[in-house]
């Protein structure tokens, strides 16, 4: 347990330390959320429900950013440096530095969503319910979970260039067309209809909701089970095919 | 059960190459073991499938009589390997602290510094920011960190100058001292002469000798006695011996090759061959290293 616990200390230390995670979880959805909601499309109808739902999707958007390129790219290095050999060849118990990664990025999760909704409070003076914050962090803490599995799918990738490479243009695509940049309703119908599919709209949605007094669909949650699952098993499968030597 | 180590028959085979082929040995505690042989010779095999890195195609590897990769043995092993490898984003100090707390008796950080050398200014310093120097210290220290009875050493001095090398020759000998058990592979004869009790010479994936440095030089080098002798004289008395391996002239002087040099010396007095000018020599160690491994450049 005391390993448990000092090993989850040192993957957020890490993690904190880390400047892309700095950068493109901490300090670029707040830009953009000061600048879409401040300097564009100021003349909106409902301005404070656009706010609220701004802050949602930049939430969102850092979560998932964070889930799969810091840690995906991380599991990369670990593995193509040579530390994770170093690791097998310690009492370390896989099951403990992999719980740990997983706790760890959680915790930076919370900080993060923390971070994020106080500095919506702070810009724009979004006022929501105490249970509208709790419940729409909690949304985007257990909504995470298909993003982490879809890192540590990143993560099994031999060089850290391509996964670098990947899991951005993969983040900025989810970002882009899950509506997290700008309302699907501006997209052309097509994209609308398949986007209704994709991971990140769902994951969006449901805090989106949340924030408008509703509850995340059913829909939602179905779906990112679904990618759970899937990532899940993807990995596994391509974890056994790669240890086999 | 003083046996640390038993490698029973083991091959490993990468897409029908065999890396290592019918291997056996095994190592008790205390030793001092090098794994010697040229690139490709299947050191890093044999040592991974020690540490449980690799699995046996056949045969098994026991440590402390257990499967390697049980946790009791993992608590009792400690390692160095070629690659050198640290965790991106932490100092020196936050490695070592993190990898102590995997072990149930780690050593303290002050015994760690004073075995590795490790200085105050490397405790502090990010891992990502350490020179080749230093990752081979901070990688040393994190071998010994859980006060290790058994510690591998996979081409621990590639990268080291001579004044690294030369201090972590020392320490090994401190360990060996302990009563800690070490193996260590090297392409280096003169390494593995210096710093170990024994010598596992690798050749194509088996083993070509086994025996204290002693011993292997003396079974790869040749050694010859020479000398003068009146032309008429026989020699017929000599051959009968069997301590001699070959017999021949040249210009003038009689060679003989053999293991023994000392024994032979009897032989020519006691045969009363009348010998004059007599010289022994040894073969060059290196030279008869690098025919018996088939390698010329990298056994210095």
Partial sequence: MKTFQIQCKVEIIRILRNRYFVFWSLVMPIIFYYVFTNLVNSNIPNKSEWQAHYLMSMTVFSVMGSSMMTLGIRLVQERSQGWSTFLRTTPLSNTVYFAAQMVGQSVIHVFSIVIIFIAGALINDVSLTVLEWIMSGLWILLGSLPFLALGTLIGLMKKVETAAGVSNVLYMVLAVSGGLWMPLEVMPKMMQAIAKWLPSYNFGSGAWEIVRGGLPDWKNMMLLIAYLVLFMLLSNYIRRKQEVV | ?300
Avoid: C
């Fill in chain 2, 1 to 300: 059960m003083n046996e640390i180590v038993t490698v029973n028959n083991v091959t490993k085979s990468f897409q029908h190459k065999k890396a290592v082929d019918d291997v056996s040995f095994s190592i008790s505690k205390g030793e001092v073991v090098a794994i010697l042989g040229p690139n490709g010779a299947g050191k890093t095999t044999t040592i991974s499938m020690i540490l449980g890195l690799l699995k046996p195609t056949s045969g098994e590897v026991r440590l402390f009589n257990l499967l390697p990769h049980e946790k009791q043995v993992r608590e009792k092993i400690g390692t160095m390997l070629q690659e050198v490898s640290v965790m991106q984003g932490l100092k020196v100090n936050e490695i070592l602290e993190l990898i102590r707390s995997y072990y149930p008796q780690p050593l303290s950080i002050q015994e760690l510094i004073a075995l590795t050398g490790l200085t105050p200014q490397d405790l502090k310093t990010r891992a990502e920011k350490l020179s080749g120097g230093q990752k081979r210290r901070l990688s040393f220290a994190l071998a010994l960190a859980g006060n290790p009875e058994l510690i591998i050493f996979d081409e621990p001095t590639v990268g080291m100058d001579i004044t690294s090398r030369k201090r972590f020759w020392q320490t090994v000998r401190t360990l060996a001292d302990q009563g800690k058990t070490i193996i260590f592979s090297t392409h280096y004869l003169q390494e593995a002469d210096d710093a170990a009790d024994r010598i596992l010479l690798f050749k194509d994936g088996a083993i070509a000798a086994d025996g204290t440095p002693a011993q292997i030089k003396a079974s790869i080098t040749k050694q010859s006695v020479s000398f003068v002798v009146d032309p008429e004289k026989s020699l017929e008395k000599l051959y009968q011996h069997s301590e001699i391996t070959d017999i021949f002239r040249k210009n003038n002087r009689v060679y003989i090759h053999t293991d023994n040099t000392d024994r032979i010396l009897e032989l020519l007095f006691q045969e009363r061959i009348g010998a004059r000018d007599i010289q022994i020599e040894r073969g060059k160690l290196e030279e008869a290293f690098e025919q018996l491994t088939g390698e010329s450049k990298e056994a210095i």
